[in-house]
């Protein structure tokens, strides 16, 4: 008999139940306080997983207790959130996805993996994996963008990187994707709301990139908190049974939302903790995060024969064996026992500095403001966010707190000297105070150029964190427009650093601004990040990942929507348009200027009579017509104009780059496997249509930048 079928055989209910439980502790700076009755319940072998932990020394100990005074020494579980980093933070992951660079994603979240572990945990509840086209939603700045293709490739890199090679290994963090599925709907952008689309949207948009973490060998899911047309993610038994388990596979551990289990009684399909808990388990959540509603509920469904000991024997069995898995019961004190050299932070310190350099989105770039010439001597850096290293490391910012990040202003005077860059906030990020803005004013008067820091705070998107208005909160906008007007009045460049978890709806500062870089939240390493990028030693390479609305009313806005059978047309009253506003985005999804200057030619696509079973070969050449080296991003998208089923305007199927000094060409050369043109058919289920397809390739979603050729798709046998 294996090691987990005798402990399971020789386990009392309620050490079963512990093992399906995952409470909080509460960690502090001076170190974790277990709330609650953890401690003495991990010692009676009633808890076996804990979450918000932090600390090698009293994670070991927390080891301690469960493997050595509980009776059956089954060791913990212990995870968090290293959502973009753990102590070293690296940006937000919507930034991180405008690198568009699979090994990086991987790099990232391995080093994350490597810093968490040495702290002794084995978990992270990462990747977050919400395609999202509504940035009312705060949770955007956690996810991968509005599209699914993306989504999907994201997942296989971050389940890669945080799991590395071998779970058992002392540097392997079990990945947790989530939310499935499909929390970035929420109705009206608003956290924890209800979702209710269509299947159709459900399979195309929102599932695949949680089948690519499947796929990829991610340990566990996490439901979401929200109810897909009345069915709570929880409860939800097609979706993690049906699809989840049955069609795609998934054998790992599914952990509730925090709470979620209980909050089914708040969703109405729950009178009380028993049902609550007899719903998940039967669903096939096996780990409670938080509810207690597993310890105190299910002994009581139990009874009322809601649940079946089989069924808690199955979710034990998973917990088990992903323990199992993570080498814990071989050696519970492997992780945490070796902690990294000096040499590891500050090299990871370097990598967070390149990366979020290169998640910078340069989104204009008039008269080539930037970079920032030398004879530029005296900078006025102004604005709430430009001193503000405690903003910079976004949300979800992990075991590094608000602490230990580089501003703006430091950034920059380490980078040009202290007596360079004079400094003033004007307003703060979000309160009526407008006293301050005549004394930034006077700093601009005495620069040579200025740079505008505006946004978020990191509290202002996240978790609970929508916004009904997209602007710039506070009296920004009033100090923003003070320092457009005294900057025209004295010729100088105003260059606008955005910070934001989302596409913040600004057309008013994006006309008006000489230069604008979409900052997001870069992480620890933001200020030097900036000056890199403000002062030319790196070109900015970063593409937005979503759609920027041009305004709130435009949104959801993104480049995969279908045609309509009236798509808009500015010679027909009778099309798909608004009175008071354009179709167009303010920005569209891929959208990056560099300091390059980029032009595609010459597209070519072969065969052009391509079989299921062939690969579209795509070659184009690139010039950099520009005055300095820089990289550019070219996007693959298709586009299939009749088909069984109305298909999106433009579906992207790839990307690549290619970095070119000023003057020279190159080509970039991209494949697709024609079998990667299947879609859902009338019957939801994947189907290969012969017929024409478009293939299109060029800098961002907008169809008038993109290059196009066509392709004829046959069957290679008689249908
Ligand atoms: C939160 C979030 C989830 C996170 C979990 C643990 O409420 O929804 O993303 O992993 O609780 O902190």
Redesign the pocket.
């Known amino acids: 008999m294996s090691r987990i079928e005798r402990l399971i055989s020789s386990m009392t209910l309620a050490e079963k139940l512990g093992q399906l439980t995952m409470t909080?502790s509460s960690y502090a700076v001076t170190g974790p306080v277990i709330a609650g009755d953890s401690t003495d319940a991990i010692k009676a072998g009633t808890i076996g997983n804990l979450?918000?932990m932090v600390g090698a020394e009293h994670v070991r100990e927390m080891q301690r207790l469960a493997v050595k005074e509980s009776r059956l020494g089954i060791p913990l579980l212990i995870?968090?959130?290293v959502?973009h980093g753990h102590r070293i933070l690296f940006p937000v992951p919507l930034a991180e996805a405008a690198l568009f660079d699979p090994e990086t994603w991987a790099l990232t979240a391995r080093e994350a993996a490597k810093e968490a572990s040495a702290e002794g945990l084995a978990m992270t509840?990462?990747p977050?994996l919400d395609v999202a086209r509504d940035p009312r939603w705060g949770?955007s700045v956690?996810g991968p963008g509005e599209d699914p293709w993306l989504a999907a490739r994201i997942a296989e890199a971050k389940v890669r990187g945080f799991q590395g090679p071998r779970l058992a290994a002392a540097d392997a963090l079990a990945a947790?994707a989530?939310?499935y599925c499909a929390y970035g709907a929420v109705t009206a952008g608003r956290d924890y709301a209800s979702v209710d689309i269509s299947e159709r949207t459900l399979r195309e948009v929102h599932m695949p990139a949680f089948a690519a973490a499947v796929a990829s060998g991610v340990a566990a899911v996490?439901p979401a908190?929200t109810d897909l047309a009345g069915i709570p993610m929880t409860a939800n038994k097609a979706l993690l049974r049906g699809w989840l388990r049955d069609r795609w596979g998934f054998k790992g551990v599914i952990i509730s939302?925090?709470?979620a289990i209980a909050e089914l009684m708040r969703h109405g399909i729950a009178a009380d903790l028993a049902e609550a808990a007899a719903h998940a388990l039967n669903a096939g959540v096996d780990i409670d995060?938080?509810a207690d509603a597993y310890r105190r509920g299910l002994p009581i469904a139990l009874q009322r024969k809601l649940v079946t000991m089989a069924a808690i024997d199955e979710s034990v069995r998973r917990v088990l064996t992903l323990k199992e898995q993570l080498g814990l019961f071989d050696d519970p004190y492997l992780r945490g026992r070796t902690p990294e050299s000096a040499a590891a932070f500050s090299g990871r310190r370097k990598l967070a500095r390149a990366v979020a350099g290169r998640a910078i989105v340069m989104l204009k770039n008039d008269g080539e403001t930037l970079p920032l010439s030398g004879s530029l001597r005296r900078l006025a850096v102004v604005g709430p966010l430009a001193d503000a290293p405690g903003e910079m490391g976004g949300p979800w910012w992990g075991a590094a707190g608000r602490v230990g990040h580089v501003s703006v202003t430091a950034g920059l005077r380490e980078m040009l000297g202290e007596s360079h860059i004079q400094h003033a906030a004007g307003v703060a990020i979000d309160d009526e105070d407008v006293s301050g803005i005549d004394a930034a004013l006077d700093v601009c008067a005495s620069a040579d150029a200025i740079l505008l820091c505006l946004g978020e705070a990191a509290d202002m998107s996240g978790?609970a964190a929508s916004r009904a208005h997209l602007g710039l909160p506070g009296k920004q906008r009033q100090f923003a427009q003070a320092v457009f007007e005294r900057a025209r009045d004295l010729r100088k460049p105003v260059i606008v650093i955005l910070f934001s978890g989302r596409p913040l709806v600004v057309p008013w500062l994006m006309d008006q601004a000489d230069a604008v870089l979409a900052a997001w939240f870069l992480g620890s390493e933001a200020g030097n990040a900036i000056a890199d990028v403000v002062v030319g030693r790196l070109s900015p390479s970063g593409r937005t990942p979503v759609t920027w609305a041009r305004a709130t009313g435009q949104i959801p806005i993104f480049f995969g929507e279908r045609s309509s059978g009236r798509p808009a047309d500015p010679k027909d009253h009778y099309t798909s348009k608004y009175l008071d506003a354009p179709n167009e985005p303010q920005f569209p999804f891929g959208h990056g200027l560099t300091y390059g200057r980029f032009t595609l030619f010459n597209l070519r696509v072969t065969p052009v009579n391509a079989e299921d079973i062939d690969t579209l070969q795509i070659r184009v050449d690139v010039r950099n017509e520009g005055a300095r080296a820089a990289e550019e991003t070219v996007f693959l998208f298709t586009r299939d104009k009749v088909a069984s089923v109305a298909r999106p305007l433009l579906e992207l199927k790839g990307f690549a780059k290619i970095s070119l000094p000023p003057g020279e060409s190159g080509t970039v050369a991209l494949s697709l496997r024609a079998g990667e043109l299947r879609f859902l058919g009338l019957d939801l289920e994947p189907v290969f249509e012969p017929g024409e397809v478009e293939i299109l390739v060029g800098p961002c979603a907008d169809r008038s930048k993109l290059l196009s050729a066509t392709v004829q798709l046959s069957w290679s046998r008689p249908c």
């Open positions: 909080a979450l918000n995870g968090f959130d959502v509840f990462a977050m949770r956690e947790c989530k939310h996490m908190f939302d925090y709470n995060m938080m978790e």
